[in-house]
Each structure stands twice: as C-alpha cells, then as structure tokens.
T-cell receptor, first 108, second 116 residues
Framework: GQNIDQPTEMTATEGAIVQINCTYQTSGFNGLFWYQQHAGEAPTFLSYNVLDGLEEKGRFSSFLSRSKGYSYLLLKELQMKDSASYLCAVQNDYKLSFGAGTTVTVRA | EAGVTQFPSHSVIEKGQTVTLRCDPISGHDNLYWYRRVMGKEIKFLLHFVKESKQDESGMPNNRFLAERTGGTYSTLKVQPAELEDSGVYFC??????????????FGPGTRLTVL
C-alpha cells in the first residue's frame, strides 16, 4: 500500500520561508514530485527528486532522503501568490500516489 | 504550447445517468493518465495509457468506468451508470517520454462531477 503524510495547513508571513514536510511509505519508488495547486486549477509541477539531496529551482527547493522516506519543499521569499495547496507525490511504475496536500496561507 | 485540456469543466447529473469526460493531452505526449479526487481525500490514480493501449488500469473502481484513447490522441472516460460516490474531480495528465517512469506529468484543470 501507499502512505504519504504531509501537514494539513501552514501559515506564514510574506517574505518569510516555509518548509513543508512529506513522509512516505510506499511499495515502490521511482521519484518524488511536488505540485502546487490553486483552488479550481490544475496541479502545476514544481520540482522532483530521484536521488538523495537538494534540488533548487529559484525560490523553491526540494530535498529527498530515500533511506528515511522523507522529503521537504522549501519556499523562500514568500509572496501572496504562493497561497495554495502543495501536493507531495511518489511515483512508482509511472503512476503517482499523492498525499492529501498542505494548504499554505501567506499573510501580509 | 497548449497544456492539457479537459471538457466539461463541470457536470451535474442524476444517479443512473451516463457521463463522458474528455481529455486532450499535450501534443506529442504518448502517456496519458486519469486521476480522481473524491471530496476530502487525496488524488488517486485511475489508469494509464501508452498511446492507444491501456498500460495500467489498476485504479479503476469498477466496471461502470470505461476509458478509451482513440488513435493515441484524446481520451474519454465514461461513467455508466453514475452513482453518488462517483462525485469528485477527475484530472487528466500527460507525459512525453516512453519508457521513462520518472517523466514529469502535466495536469489538466479537471472536471468536477456531481452526481445527485
């Protein structure tokens, strides 16, 4: 089975940094993906990790430790438009298994 | 480049009726996926096409759901007859490369299905 856990909600201030943790226990692993989803819109690809370590893409970074079944998404210099749901997903044999998502609210 | 498109954006039907959802993947993408998010739950995999062939349909809930991908282009997902528990948001995604399990999947905006 697949078990992917992430916090339900997080709140942060504009300009700050927020770290969204994701832990997983899955029957297989090809990679870990992070998506951003605004209400009523398509999930948008942010980042992915296949190997252990940190991947940096502008204001967003993602980290993976396969031995610990752990990943995090780091959002820096938060902007109001970053208020959204962030989805952690493990890919195994093409298909994605998702966590329930973390709603991030950015306050002025 | 156009993204993944889905039609309709919303559908409200009564229990027992039939509904057909359509997905147009990104041009040139051989892989097409269907996912579903039921209220309050996480997004779950339904099935995976490689071109016109069903590669994996392990997530299809029952035989009331039928997916097709004509000529390896657009795909349809038919629910017949619809039940109350089929309500949710149905997402389509596509990815480009064959034989690349970690290829990025790009999602459409989803079809919100409400069964009354």
């Amino acid at each position: 089975g697949q078990n992917i856990d992430q916090p339900t909600e997080m709140t942060a201030t504009e300009g700050a940094i927020v770290q969204i943790n994701c832990t997983y226990q899955t029957s297989g692993f090809n990679g870990l993906f992070w998506y951003q989803q605004h209400a009523g819109e398509a999930p948008t690809f942010l980042s992915y990790n296949v190997l252990d370590g940190l991947e940096e893409k502008g204001r967003f970074s993602s980290f993976l430790s396969r031995s610990k079944g752990y990943s995090y998404l780091l959002l820096k210099e938060l902007q109001m438009k970053d208020s959204a749901s962030y989805l952690c997903a493990v890919q195994n044999d093409y298909k994605l298994s998702f966590g329930a998502g973390t709603t991030v609210t950015v306050r002025a | 480049e156009a993204g993944v498109t889905q039609f309709p954006s919303h559908s409200v039907i009564e229990k027992g009726q039939t509904v057909t959802l359509r997905c147009d993947p990104i041009s040139g993408h051989d892989n097409l996926y269907w996912y579903r998010r039921v209220m309050g739950k996480e997004i779950k995999f339904l099935l995976h096409f490689v071109k016109e062939s069903k590669q994996d349909e392990s997530g299809m809930p029952n035989n009331r759901f039928l997916a097709e991908r004509t000529g390896g282009t657009y795909s349809t997902l038919k629910v017949q007859p619809a039940e109350l528990e089929d309500s949710g948001v149905y997402f389509c995604a596509s990815s480009q490369a064959l034989f690349a399990p970690t290829d990025t999947q790009y999602f459409g905006p989803g079809t919100r299905l409400t069964v009354l």
